[in-house]
């Protein structure tokens, strides 16, 4: 069975989707926020995990490319296939990019080019609001150092309704994230 690291940083609902598919022995995941659910999530499939938060780092006298070489060397030990952002709110530099042992993909809350960076949902949510977006969707990409970009390995349009409210349509966007992820961690894996 390949092997896959995820990084998370919140609730894990893809982490959890990840692990109910049984694509791949899930041989780490690693949080930046010792409040994440997800670790408990993790846990609970008796999956490895590892809490490795910026600030304390930062705190400690460590630089971000330090962070970043460490976070590396963990998850190259526990050598992925493949490894795998969902939810990981921490843009990667090259001292994590160019070091990492497998292709490195994730998971963004917008369609390409669209609402990069953090509370992508809302923030179409907003533009749909003020008529300047129709929908919004999904898209997993490989991670370059520019924040949400990078080569697209699949998307899916998520249609916004007039009696959405913002609960509404972050759930059925989570919903099609589960979906995306692991169609495209399952062709990734078998290619
Ligand atoms: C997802 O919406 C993902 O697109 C974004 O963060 C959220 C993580 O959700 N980057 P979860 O932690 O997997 O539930």
Redesign the pocket.
């Known amino acids: 069975m390949k092997r896959i690291v995820v990084l998370?940083?919140?609730?894990?609902?893809?982490?959890?989707?990840l692990i109910d598919a049984r694509l791949a022995e899930i041989a780490l995941v690693v949080s930046n926020r010792a409040d994440?659910?997800?670790l408990e999530r993790a846990r609970k499939a008796g999956i490895a995990t590892l809490l490795l938060p910026l600030k304390q780092w930062l705190a400690a006298g460590g630089t971000r490319d330090g962070y970043d070489a460490d976070v590396a060397k963990h998850v190259t030990a526990a050598r992925p296939d493949l490894i795998v952002?969902?939810?990981?709110?921490h843009v990667f530099g090259p001292a994590f990019l160019d070091v990492a042992p497998a292709k490195v993909i994730?998971?963004?809350?917008a369609l390409p080019g669209q609402f990069p960076g953090a509370r992508?949902?809302e923030r179409a949510f907003e533009a749909y609001k003020r008529g300047e977006v129709a929908q919004t969707g999904?898209m997993v990409h490989e991670v370059i150092p520019e924040v949400d970009a990078g080569p697209v390995l699949g998307t899916a349009a998520v249609p916004i309704w007039l009696t959405d409210d913002l609960d509404a349509l972050?759930s059925r966007?989570?919903t099609a994230?589960h979906k995306l992820l692991v169609e495209v961690v399952r062709r990734i894996l078998s290619a």
């Open positions: 998370i940083s919140g609730g894990g609902s893809n982490l959890q989707a994440a659910f997800g952002l969902a939810g990981w709110m994730n998971l963004h809350p992508g949902i999904i972050s966007m989570h994230e």
